[in-house]
């Protein structure tokens, strides 16, 4: 059981991590900002960065919850 919980929580450690690497920044510096008032302008394309941001958040939330769960079964 122990063994088991463990490679989960390695595998949604793995997944977090990647995807939070994976998004894209806010800006990036001064092109960021040039680019930025194309972007309000004309729209960006946000489906992959939406997509990415969802999945964050869930592993997150099972990232949490499988530390709970650690922590009380792995006593």
């Given at each position: 059981?122990?063994?088991?919980?463990?490679?989960?929580?390695?595998?949604?450690?793995?997944?977090?991590?990647?995807?939070v690497?994976?998004?894209?920044?806010?800006?990036?510096g001064?092109?960021?900002?040039?680019?930025?008032?194309?972007?309000?302008?004309?729209?960006?394309?946000?489906?992959i960065?939406?997509?990415?941001?969802?999945?964050?958040?869930?592993?997150?939330i099972?990232?949490?919850?499988?530390?709970v769960?650690?922590?009380?079964?792995?006593?």
């Amino acid at each position: 059981m122990e063994l088991f919980l463990t490679i989960v929580y390695l595998l949604i450690c793995i997944g977090l991590i990647a995807s939070v690497l994976l998004q894209s920044g806010k800006s990036a510096g001064i092109a960021g900002s040039i680019a930025g008032g194309a972007e309000t302008l004309f729209g960006k394309k946000k489906g992959i960065d939406d997509k990415l941001a969802r999945y964050t958040q869930i592993l997150a939330i099972v990232f949490l919850a499988m530390s709970v769960i650690m922590i009380i079964f792995l006593r």
